[in-house]
């Protein structure tokens, strides 16, 4: 699986928009991009995730380059229980179980 | 509820005994998984099994051991051989097919003294 890089730490203001980037300069063609979040000692839970296009659910947005080597992930409207660590991954949809999950970014929203 | 459990959330042992963690879903799901977390770290994988009767080894399957006897369970063994067992431990599911994001469970805290 292709690496990412996540910056280590982000703070956002309550109500406004959570954009959270992630570098993985090394995808292949056939490698999606998911996103997940962990909220302390709980267990991750799955946000997003997408090949080429732009996708967005109930939760938040994805935003992929058009090279694919970047990708955002936008909360549109943060609240406190956003507070989390997010994290970044990429692998292949077939022939790979293995989610690799780095060290992600703490995501502080701020009252 | 659908789901995956875990229990239990906090556990105890001392060093030199075997544990056992437990992991059960509801999902239907047929693909099990186990990682470990140590603080301020990733996840890193244990175990996983994509159908019952077969599982096959993660990244760091050394001192832990599995059994898939039903679709639904999927016990955890740390063994007196794992050298640093004290870590979160969390199991996931996901259902077949290519597509299909892992559910996690809540996680089991294991300390050993």
């Known amino acids: 699986d292709a690496k990412t890089t996540q910056p280590t730490s982000m703070d956002c203001a309550e109500g406004r928009a959570a954009n959270l980037p992630c570098n993985h300069s090394t995808i292949s063609g056939n490698e999606y991009v998911y996103w997940y979040r962990q909220i302390h000692s709980q267990g991750p839970q799955y946000i997003i995730h997408?090949?080429?296009n732009n996708e967005t659910n109930e939760m938040a947005s994805l935003i992929i380059t058009e090279d694919r080597k970047s990708s955002t992930l936008i909360l549109p409207h943060a609240t406190l229980r956003d507070t989390a660590v997010y994290y970044c991954?990429?692998?292949?949809?077939?022939?790979?179980?293995?989610?690799?999950f780095g060290t992600g970014t703490r995501l502080t929203i701020i009252p | 509820d659908g789901g995956i459990t875990q229990s239990p959330k906090y556990l105890f042992r001392k060093e030199g005994q075997n544990v056992t963690l437990s992991c059960e879903q509801n999902l239907n799901h047929d693909a099990m998984y186990w990682y470990r977390q140590d603080p301020g770290q990733g996840l890193r994988l244990i175990y996983y099994?994509?159908?019952?009767?077969?599982?096959q080894k993660g990244d760091i399957a050394e001192g832990y051991s599995v059994s898939r006897e039903k679709k639904e369970s999927f016990p955890l063994t740390v063994t007196s051989a794992q050298k640093n067992p004290t870590a979160f431990y969390l199991c996931?599911?996901?259902?077949?097919?290519?597509?299909?994001?892992?559910?996690f469970g809540p996680g089991t805290r294991l300390t050993v003294l």
């Open positions: 997408g090949l080429k």
């Open positions: 099994s994509q159908i019952v009767n077969d599982f």
């Open positions: 996931a599911s996901r259902a077949s097919g290519n597509y299909n994001e892992q559910f």
């Open positions: 991954i990429v692998r292949e949809n077939f022939g790979n179980e293995k989610l690799t």
